[in-house]
């Protein structure tokens, strides 16, 4: 099992920046791909970023492309967020998730493991 600590979540202007971190328990971190998700008030989690075991490979929804960037960094077990030129409509709870295997990385329910999520909120 891993546990997940979401941190880095606030309050930032519309343009701006913020970078999530999610730190994870347990001495087998890169065995497994992390995965950013989000939730809007009133709406679905859905999928943001994604990155495989390695690091080598990225996923990305269509309307983050060019503005997140999802890293990590296994030696500390901690997986990270940059996101940049902020909207009003990234505003969300933030989580991170882990998963073993290698398929279906943007599928929500493939990812047993989650953090308790983080706060962003991007005013206009």
């Known amino acids: 099992q891993v546990q997940l600590v979401e941190s880095g979540g606030g309050l930032v202007q519309a343009g701006g920046s913020l970078r999530l971190s999610c730190a994870a328990s347990?001495?087998?971190?890169?065995?497994?791909?992390m995965g950013w998700f989000r939730q809007a008030p009133g709406k679905e989690r859905e999928f943001v970023a994604a990155?495989?075991?390695?690091?080598?490979?990225?996923y990305y929804v269509e309307s983050v492309k060019g503005r997140f960037a999802i890293s990590r960094d296994n030696a500390k077990n901690t997986v990270y967020l940059q996101m940049g030129s902020l909207k009003p409509e990234d505003t969300a709870v933030y989580y991170c998730?882990?998963?073993?295997?290698?398929?279906?990385?943007?599928?929500?329910?493939?990812?047993?493991?989650w953090g308790q999520g983080t706060q962003v909120t991007v005013s206009s």
């Open positions: 998730a882990a998963r073993l295997g290698s398929t279906s990385y943007t599928r929500l329910n493939e990812y047993p493991y």
């Open positions: 347990g001495r087998t971190f890169s065995s497994y791909a």
């Open positions: 990155i495989t075991r390695s690091g080598i490979s990225t």
